[in-house]
């Protein structure tokens, strides 16, 4: 795992993929990477930190993004993933996988945060650059986030029809009054992250451990 202080500064012809991710912080559910190589010509109007944006915006924009990208991948870090390696390790594991799906030759990667993980495509080592809220100043970086949370948010939608007593199509996942209430109510289900402290302490409870 690396950490670079100072943002790379590629030619303008260098083939540059945009790395984000979502759904750090839920209770439940994967992270999800997205990686995107878009043309600087062709990036969509109001391509933006994702949580800048509405729900309608995001879907919007994931579209066009997908059309204007010269190419695009998902990683996802399940919850398995996440126990293994704790939620850090997980998101750098998705942000591996997304760049490793694109199948195509790059020069740098750069990564929204503090921190990128190590990337190799096609066994070459790939230049890859941290840049601290990247999701709202770099095109390519915004356009992976947005792409990472569309795609969260929808296998979210797809969790809440299995489980509907968990509201998960309207938090996502996220620790809000509704969500813990119900984990309290129901126990914790297998799409819950164990090591998280309010799913712990669900786990844990006399009367779920009789």
Request: aromatic fraction near 4%; charge should be positive; include cysteine.
């Amino acid at each position: 795992m690396t950490a670079v202080r100072e943002p790379l500064r590629p030619p303008i012809s260098a083939r540059i993929v945009g790395v984000d991710e979502a759904g750090r912080g839920p209770l439940a559910g994967p992270v999800v990477a997205a990686a995107v190589l878009l043309p600087r010509a062709s990036t969509p109007v109001g391509v933006t930190d994702s949580k800048r944006l509405s729900a309608r915006a995001r879907q919007r924009l994931a579209g066009e993004i997908r059309t204007a990208s010269t190419a695009f991948a998902i990683g996802i870090g399940s919850v398995a993933d996440i126990l293994a390696f704790n939620i850090l390790g997980a998101t750098m594991l998705a942000m591996q996988r997304a760049v490793a799906g694109l199948n195509v030759a790059l020069d740098h990667v750069l990564v929204d945060g503090n921190r990128a993980p190590d990337f190799r495509v096609a066994g070459r080592s790939v230049p890859a650059a941290p840049i601290v809220k990247g999701d709202a100043t770099i095109a390519c970086i915004g356009a992976a986030s947005i792409l990472a949370k569309v795609h969260r948010d929808a296998l979210m939608d797809e969790l809440d029809q299995a489980y509907p007593e968990y509201g998960f199509a309207r938090h996502k996942g996220y620790a809000t009054a509704e969500h813990r209430a119900a984990l309290h109510r129901h126990g914790a289900t297998p799409h819950h992250r164990a090591e998280f402290a309010p799913v712990r302490e669900v786990l844990a409870s006399p009367e779920r451990m009789s």
